[in-house]
């Protein structure tokens, strides 16, 4: 039998997580049996939406959840053969044995790199895609803001809202990340912690905003507000700053008034909430992607013992676009 590795949460974690928090233990892994199969794992998503089952939910002395891409070892469930590439939910391991349930093949354009499928083309792109034309009802031309927008999603959703032609301040947190998203042809970047985002937001935004695609929370909503034109949308995919700091949901929002007076609708989303969007979404952003028309980048941390600095890394702001742990060839 392989040997494989899975990393267990066997602490929960108060504010940052520790590199303490985690262990890797070794266990054999078993054959598939009938109406099974066995994936080794390729690569595994670390996301700032794992930080908040860490403190509830996750269970203790288990392997942690989340995307993983494989390869299917063994197979003894007739929709899978050897070989098949799939996307699963059963990261942080080397090596998973399941009845299939949760586990989609994969269709590869050998154009691409395996890892677009884990980002731009998987469900960080389609969170992009419907968030910012669904939810927020995107219009050619608007005005747009996107905090943390040199992430896995924000990044992509600067991108369409440039493709769509509107006019689009990033905001991210350092130099090197606010240089590259100028590259991306954003039109204002502002390096907020560099300069309080309320000032900076209010000095950028001359034309007010129509949407504002909110990765945040905390203090870039609160600079958001008062910026936002008649009929505004604010599609909400995060709240990264209250992730490690439960107390930031507390945190006064003094500018809640701007609401009523401007008409703004606010909305938090998951990538339920438009499946009809898949197809289509897999037809343009194939297109985005090949054409160069979509850029991304991607941080790439190897080897299994390193997934939970990578996600350390990740809650810290570390990575530049999409954050992965290479855990095979």
């Known amino acids: 039998m392989p040997k494989t590795i899975d990393i267990h949460l066997v602490n929960r974690p108060d504010g940052m997580p520790r590199e303490s928090d985690f262990a890797a233990i070794e266990r054999s892994i078993p054959d598939a049996r009938d109406g099974e199969i066995q994936i080794q794992n390729l690569y595994m998503s670390v996301d700032p939406a794992m930080r908040p089952r860490l403190s509830r939910g996750q269970e203790i002395n288990q392997p942690i959840g989340g995307p993983a891409t494989g ?3 063994q197979s003894r469930n007739p929709a899978f053969k050897e070989g098949d590439i799939v996307q699963h939910r059963l990261s942080f391991r080397q090596y998973a044995v399941c009845d299939g349930g949760g586990v989609t093949k994969l269709a590869v354009d050998p154009a691409l790199p395996l890892t677009v499928y884990m980002h731009v083309l998987g469900n960080g792109g389609f969170v992009a895609y419907g968030g910012l034309l669904e939810i927020g009802r995107l219009k050619d031309g608007e005005q747009v803001f996107v905090s943390t927008a040199a992430g896995s999603v924000g990044s992509i959703v600067a991108q369409i809202a440039k493709i769509k032609g509107c006019t689009v ?3 991210t947190g350092s130099d090197e990340k606010a240089a590259w998203l100028k590259s991306l042809g ?5 390096n907020y912690k560099k300069e309080p985002i309320r000032d900076a937001l209010k000095r950028a935004a001359t034309k007010g905003l129509d949407v504002y695609f909110d990765n945040v929370g905390g ?8 910026r936002m034109n008649l009929l505004g949308r604010i599609p909400v995919c995060g709240m990264v700053s209250a992730y490690n700091n ?4 507390s945190a006064p929002i003094n500018t809640l008034s701007n609401i009523i007076y401007g008409r703004v609708t606010i909305r938090g989303f998951t990538a339920d909430d438009f499946p009809h969007l898949r197809p289509k979404f897999n037809e343009e952003m194939t297109g985005w992607v090949k054409s160069g028309r979509i850029k991304y980048q991607e941080t790439i941390v190897s080897g299994i013992e390193n997934a939970p600095r990578a996600l350390i890394g990740l809650l810290n702001g570390e990575n530049t676009g999409k954050m992965l742990v290479k855990l095979a060839e």
């Not at 954003?186 to 502002?190: E, G, H, K, Q, T």
């Not at 203090?219 to 008062?226: G, K, R, V």
């Open 71 to 73: 390869r299917v070892t």
């Open 169 to 171: 301040i990033g905001s």
């Open 186 to 190: 954003l039109d204002v970047v502002i």
């Open 219 to 226: 203090d870039h909503l609160n600079a958001a507000l008062p």
């Open 246 to 249: 439960p107390g930031a949901l």
